[in-house]
C-alpha cells in the first residue's frame, strides 16, 4: 500500500505529507496527535484568567452570519450562553463555520479566552454535543491538507494495513503491552485519557526495541578483527599539533590520544561530543593527519553543503601545507569536475575528501579508505552511515555531535561504542548571555538589533513555522521576514527547508559574506556555519524546541571574539514550559541541558533522525528506553529475530515495519 493509494491523497496533498517526513502508511500513523480534548474536564469560566486555554461546554443563543470587513477579510461571530454568562467566538477567514453552528444546540468549545471587552475565543475548536465523552484527538495542522483528509486518509491505513511487530506475545504480557495494532488504534481513537497512555507506550517500546536491535547489528558488523595498520611517523604527528596555530586544550588532547590509541590498537569506533565551538573539528584534522601520515585516505561526511565546503576550506588551512591533498565532492558540482574528482579519489591522488550525501553514491569509490569521520552524526540516518562505512570492511569510525547524549540514553543505543567528550573551551572564545524577552520588551529589542546591523554585526531570529496560520499562535518565517523588512529593508534574508538546496546555499553565503544582516529562519541554520560577525539569537516560540536544540541554535553566535546574546520569547505561560526556559537561561553547558532535558521530556529529541515521521510525541522515557533495552537483549539471540532486523537495514534500507499485511 501507498500513500497515494488512499482517498483524497494525491500529488499535492501527497507532496504536502512528504514534506512533513511522511512517506509511507506507517509513517502517517505514527503522525500522533498533538494533544487530547478530555471532555470530563470542563473549565470553570468564572475562575478562568485572561489567556488560559479553557473547554466549556455553551449553548448559541441566535442565527450565526457571516460579515465582511473589507475585501478579502470576513468574521463570523457566533453569541453562546455558559451558566448565565454571554460568550462570544469568533472565526476569521472561514465562512464556513457559520453553516456548522446551529442556533440552540449545544457544542463544547476549546480555545484561548480573553476576557478584556467580554468573554471572547477567537478560532476555537468547536465539537457539537453528542453524550459521548471520548477524547478528542487534535492534530498539528498541514498546511493545504483540511483536517478531516488528514484522519480520514490514517483511519484508512488503520482499517487496511495489519502491522506484523517485532515483539512477541510472551514479551508483551510480561511489559503489560498493548497488540501493536491495537496500540495505534488506541492513540487515535481512544476510549479514554488511560488507554492513551499505555498505547504510547506499547508503540514507544516497539519503535526503541527496533532501534536499539538495529544498532546492535551494525555494531556486530563494524566490530571486525582489525586488519589494517598505522604505521604513522610519530615525531611528525607530534610536530604536526605543535604547529597548530593554538593549543589544544585538555579534553581535546585526551580525546586526540583515545582517537589515535584506537587506531593503533583495537580499532576505532568513537563518539566525540561537545558543545559548538569546544574544537571537534580541530581533533578531527589531527586525526586525518594521522591517517595521512600512514599512508591512508580519510572521508569528512557533512550534512549540509555550507558546512562541507567550511569544513572543506578547514581541511585545506590545517593540511596542505603538509603535501595533503584535499577534494570536495556535492551533489553541486559540475559533472566535469566531479569526474575528475572520482578518477583522483579512485586512484589515490586524494588523501581527504570532504563532501554531503555525495559520498554515498555507488560511482564513489576509494583506493584505501582507512577513516571515515561523521559531522553532527545524529543527521544521518543508520542507512546512509553505513553505506559510506561499508565502502570499505574494516573502515575506522569517528562520529561527532553537538548534541550531547544523556548517559542513559547513550549506553543504551551505542553500547561498546567509546564515547569521548570534550567538556573545556577555547580560552578566548567569546561569552553569549541569553534572556528571556517578555512581550512588552519585544520592541526594545528590535531597536537593539537595529543597533548592531547598523555597527555591522549580524542577527538569526529563528522561529518554528514557514507559514502564517490564523488558528495558531505560533509565529511564522514570513509574518517575521515581513517585520524584519518593514524595520531593516533589503538587509533581511530568509531561509527555510522548502527552498531549495541551491537556494538555501547561495543564502546562507550571502550571510557569511556580510551582504544580509539579518537571517529569519526556521531551524534549518541549527547545523550551520561559523558567521564570526553574527553576534545576536533570537529564537521565538522557543517552548516549541527541546533545550538541547535551543542550545544549538545559541550555538550559532559567539563564533568569534565578539560577546553575544540569545533571546527567547515564549507566550506559553505554564509553570513546566516557564521552568524549562529560565533553566535554559541560567545554563551554558551542553551536558547539564541534555541531562536535564532528557529528565523532563524523555529520549526523542536526541533519538533525531531514528524517527521515522508524525509530529506525535513517542515516550523516550527512562523506563521505555530500559523495557525496550531488556526486551531487544532477549530477541538478539534469536536467530530469526537477527534476520528479520537485518534485512531492513541492508542493501542500504532502513525501513521500519518493513514487513505490513493488507487486510
Same mark, same amino acid.
Given at each position: 500500500?501507498?500513500?497515494?493509494?488512499?482517498?483524497?491523497?494525491?500529488?499535492?496533498?501527497?507532496?504536502?505529507?512528504?514534506?512533513?517526513?511522511?512517506?509511507?502508511?506507517?509513517?502517517?500513523?505514527?503522525?500522533?496527535?498533538?494533544?487530547?480534548?478530555?471532555?470530563?474536564?470542563?473549565?470553570?469560566?468564572?475562575?478562568?484568567?485572561?489567556?488560559?486555554?479553557?473547554?466549556?461546554?455553551?449553548?448559541?443563543?441566535?442565527?450565526?452570519?457571516?460579515?465582511?470587513?473589507?475585501?478579502?477579510?470576513?468574521?463570523?461571530?457566533?453569541?453562546?450562553?455558559?451558566?448565565?454568562?454571554?460568550?462570544?467566538?469568533?472565526?476569521?477567514?472561514?465562512?464556513?463555520?457559520?453553516?456548522?453552528?446551529?442556533?440552540?444546540?449545544?457544542?463544547?468549545?476549546?480555545?484561548?479566552?480573553?476576557?478584556?471587552?467580554?468573554?471572547?475565543?477567537?478560532?476555537?475548536?468547536?465539537?457539537?454535543?453528542?453524550?459521548?465523552?471520548?477524547?478528542?484527538?487534535?492534530?498539528?495542522?498541514?498546511?493545504?491538507?483540511?483536517?478531516?483528509?488528514?484522519?480520514?486518509?490514517?483511519?484508512?491505513?488503520?482499517?487496511?494495513?495489519?502491522?506484523?511487530?517485532?515483539?512477541?506475545?510472551?514479551?508483551?504480557?510480561?511489559?503489560?503491552?498493548?497488540?501493536?495494532?491495537?496500540?495505534?488504534?488506541?492513540?487515535?481513537?481512544?476510549?479514554?485519557?488511560?488507554?492513551?497512555?499505555?498505547?504510547?507506550?506499547?508503540?514507544?517500546?516497539?519503535?526503541?526495541?527496533?532501534?536499539?536491535?538495529?544498532?546492535?547489528?551494525?555494531?556486530?558488523?563494524?566490530?571486525?578483527?582489525?586488519?589494517?595498520?598505522?604505521?604513522?611517523?610519530?615525531?611528525?604527528?607530534?610536530?604536526?599539533?605543535?604547529?597548530?596555530?593554538?593549543?589544544?586544550?585538555?579534553?581535546?588532547?585526551?580525546?586526540?590520544?583515545?582517537?589515535?590509541?584506537?587506531?593503533?590498537?583495537?580499532?576505532?569506533?568513537? /563518539?566525540?561530543?561537545?558543545?559548538?565551538?569546544?574544537?571537534?573539528?580541530?581533533?578531527?584534522?589531527?586525526?586525518?593527519?594521522?591517517?595521512?601520515?600512514?599512508?591512508?585516505?580519510?572521508?569528512?561526511?557533512?550534512?549540509?553543503?555550507?558546512?562541507?565546503?567550511?569544513?572543506?576550506?578547514?581541511?585545506?588551512?590545517?593540511?596542505?601545507?603538509?603535501?595533503?591533498?584535499?577534494?570536495?565532492?556535492?551533489?553541486?558540482?559540475?559533472?566535469?569536475?566531479?569526474?575528475?574528482?572520482?578518477?583522483?579519489?579512485?586512484?589515490?591522488?586524494?588523501?581527504?575528501?570532504?563532501?554531503?550525501?555525495?559520498?554515498?553514491?555507488?560511482?564513489?569509490?576509494?583506493?584505501?579508505?582507512?577513516?571515515?569521520?561523521?559531522?553532527?552524526?545524529?543527521?544521518?540516518?543508520?542507512?546512509?552511515?553505513?553505506?559510506?562505512?561499508?565502502?570499505?570492511?574494516?573502515?575506522?569510525?569517528?562520529?561527532?555531535?553537538?548534541?550531547?547524549?544523556?548517559?542513559? /540514553?547513550? /549506553?543504551?543505543?551505542?553500547?561498546?561504542?567509546?564515547?569521548?567528550?570534550?567538556?573545556?573551551?577555547?580560552?578566548?572564545?567569546?561569552?553569549?548571555?541569553?534572556?528571556?524577552?517578555?512581550?512588552?520588551?519585544?520592541?526594545?529589542?528590535?531597536?537593539?538589533?537595529?543597533?548592531?546591523?547598523?555597527?555591522?554585526?549580524?542577527?538569526?531570529?529563528?522561529?518554528?513555522?514557514?507559514?502564517?496560520?490564523?488558528?495558531?499562535?505560533?509565529?511564522?518565517?514570513?509574518?517575521?521576514?515581513?517585520?524584519?523588512?518593514?524595520?531593516?529593508?533589503?538587509?533581511?534574508?530568509?531561509?527555510?527547508?522548502?527552498?531549495?538546496?541551491?537556494?538555501?546555499?547561495?543564502?546562507?553565503?550571502?550571510?557569511?559574506?556580510?551582504?544580509?544582516?539579518?537571517?529569519?529562519?526556521?531551524?534549518?541554520?541549527?547545523?550551520?556555519?561559523?558567521?564570526?560577525?553574527?553576534?545576536?539569537?533570537?529564537?521565538?516560540?522557543?517552548?516549541?524546541?527541546?533545550?538541547?536544540?535551543?542550545?544549538? /541554535?545559541?550555538?550559532?553566535?559567539?563564533?568569534?571574539?565578539?560577546?553575544?546574546?540569545?533571546?527567547?520569547?515564549?507566550?506559553?505561560?505554564?509553570?513546566?514550559?516557564?521552568?524549562?526556559?529560565?533553566?535554559?537561561?541560567?545554563?551554558?553547558?551542553?551536558?547539564?541541558?541534555?541531562?536535564?532535558?532528557?529528565?523532563?521530556?524523555?529520549?526523542?529529541?536526541?533519538?533525531?533522525?531514528?524517527?521515522?515521521?508524525?509530529?506525535?510525541?513517542?515516550?523516550?522515557?527512562?523506563?521505555?528506553?530500559?523495557?525496550?533495552?531488556?526486551?531487544?537483549?532477549?530477541?538478539?539471540?534469536?536467530?530469526?529475530?537477527?534476520?528479520?532486523?537485518?534485512?531492513?537495514?541492508?542493501?542500504?534500507?532502513?525501513?521500519?515495519?518493513?514487513?505490513?499485511?493488507?487486510?
Amino acid at each position: 500500500m501507498l500513500l497515494s493509494d488512499i482517498k483524497g491523497i494525491k500529488s499535492k496533498r501527497l507532496e504536502i505529507l512528504n514534506n512533513s517526513g511522511i512517506y509511507t502508511p506507517v509513517d502517517l500513523i505514527s503522525f500522533f496527535p498533538k494533544r487530547y480534548i478530555d471532555l470530563n474536564r470542563l473549565s470553570d469560566l468564572r475562575k478562568a484568567k485572561e489567556g488560559e486555554d479553557v473547554l466549556i461546554l455553551a449553548r448559541t443563543e441566535e442565527d450565526v452570519k457571516v460579515s465582511y470587513i473589507k475585501k478579502n477579510m470576513n468574521v463570523v461571530k457566533a453569541k453562546f450562553v455558559y451558566d448565565n454568562l454571554n460568550v462570544y467566538i469568533t472565526y476569521f477567514n472561514q465562512p464556513y463555520m457559520a453553516k456548522n453552528i446551529v442556533k440552540g444546540k449545544y457544542y463544547y468549545i476549546s480555545g484561548k479566552l480573553k476576557i478584556k471587552n467580554g468573554l471572547t475565543i477567537s478560532n476555537p475548536s468547536l465539537y457539537p454535543f453528542t453524550g459521548d465523552t471520548t477524547p478528542i484527538p487534535v492534530y498539528t495542522k498541514l498546511k493545504g491538507l483540511p483536517q478531516n483528509t488528514l484522519v480520514s486518509a490514517i483511519d484508512t491505513v488503520l482499517s487496511s494495513v495489519r502491522l506484523n511487530g517485532y515483539i512477541p506475545k510472551t514479551l508483551s504480557d510480561k511489559y503489560e503491552l498493548c497488540e501493536i495494532n491495537s496500540a495505534y488504534a488506541s492513540v487515535h481513537h481512544p476510549k479514554d485519557m488511560q488507554e492513551i497512555a499505555q498505547a504510547k507506550r506499547t508503540v514507544s517500546v516497539e519503535y526503541l526495541n527496533y532501534i536499539i536491535s538495529v544498532y546492535a547489528l551494525v555494531r556486530e558488523k563494524t566490530k571486525t578483527t582489525k586488519k589494517r595498520k598505522y604505521n604513522a611517523d610519530k615525531d611528525k604527528f607530534v610536530q604536526f599539533i605543535q604547529n597548530l596555530p593554538f593549543t589544544l586544550t585538555q579534553d581535546q588532547g585526551v580525546t586526540v590520544k583515545q582517537i589515535i590509541s584506537d587506531l593503533d590498537t583495537k580499532g576505532c569506533n568513537r /563518539l566525540v561530543q561537545g558543545d559548538v565551538g569546544c574544537g571537534k573539528t580541530a581533533v578531527a584534522m589531527c586525526a586525518i593527519y594521522y591517517a595521512y601520515l600512514s599512508g591512508y585516505q580519510s572521508a569528512f561526511l557533512a550534512p549540509t553543503e555550507v558546512l562541507a565546503f567550511q569544513h572543506y576550506k578547514t581541511a585545506i588551512s590545517y593540511l596542505e601545507k603538509y603535501g595533503v591533498k584535499v577534494a570536495f565532492l556535492s551533489g553541486s558540482v559540475k559533472k566535469s569536475e566531479r569526474s575528475v574528482t572520482l578518477e583522483r579519489i579512485a586512484n589515490g591522488e586524494v588523501d581527504v575528501i570532504v563532501g554531503t550525501h555525495a559520498l554515498f553514491s555507488d560511482d564513489v569509490t576509494f583506493r584505501d579508505l582507512a577513516l571515515v569521520i561523521t559531522d553532527e552524526q545524529q543527521r544521518f540516518g543508520v542507512k546512509q552511515r553505513s553505506a559510506l562505512e561499508n565502502k570499505t570492511k574494516d573502515a575506522d569510525v569517528v562520529s561527532m555531535t553537538a548534541t550531547p547524549i544523556p548517559r542513559t /540514553l547513550a /549506553l543504551t543505543l551505542y553500547g561498546e561504542l567509546s564515547v569521548s567528550s570534550i567538556k573545556t573551551m577555547p580560552k578566548n572564545k567569546a561569552s553569549i548571555r541569553t534572556r528571556f524577552i517578555p512581550k512588552e520588551k519585544e520592541e526594545s529589542m528590535w531597536k537593539y538589533i537595529v543597533d548592531k546591523a547598523n555597527a555591522g554585526e549580524q542577527t538569526y531570529v529563528v522561529c518554528p513555522a514557514i507559514e502564517e496560520d490564523e488558528d495558531s499562535e505560533i509565529v511564522s518565517v514570513k509574518e517575521l521576514y515581513k517585520k524584519a523588512s518593514s524595520i531593516l529593508g533589503d538587509s533581511v534574508g530568509v531561509i527555510h527547508g522548502q527552498l531549495k538546496e541551491e537556494t538555501k546555499n547561495r543564502i546562507m553565503k550571502q550571510f557569511a559574506d556580510g551582504n544580509i544582516k539579518v537571517l529569519v529562519a526556521t531551524t534549518v541554520i541549527e547545523v550551520g556555519i561559523d558567521v564570526k560577525n553574527a553576534t545576536t539569537m533570537v529564537v521565538y516560540n522557543a517552548d516549541r524546541f527541546g533545550l538541547s536544540q535551543l542550545h544549538q /541554535l545559541r550555538g550559532r553566535v559567539g563564533r568569534g571574539e565578539i560577546d553575544s546574546y540569545c533571546f527567547v520569547l515564549s507566550d506559553n505561560e505554564s509553570v513546566s514550559t516557564q521552568e524549562r526556559i529560565s533553566y535554559f537561561c541560567s545554563c551554558s553547558d551542553g551536558f547539564e541541558l541534555s541531562e536535564y532535558d532528557f529528565s523532563k521530556r524523555g529520549g526523542g529529541d536526541f533519538l533525531g533522525t531514528a524517527q521515522h515521521g508524525g509530529s506525535g510525541e513517542f515516550d523516550f522515557d527512562a523506563s521505555s528506553i530500559r523495557t525496550a533495552k531488556e526486551i531487544s537483549d532477549s530477541l538478539l539471540s534469536d536467530e530469526n529475530y537477527r534476520k528479520i532486523i537485518g534485512s531492513t537495514v541492508t542493501d542500504n534500507r532502513f525501513e521500519y515495519f518493513k514487513d505490513i499485511t493488507l487486510n
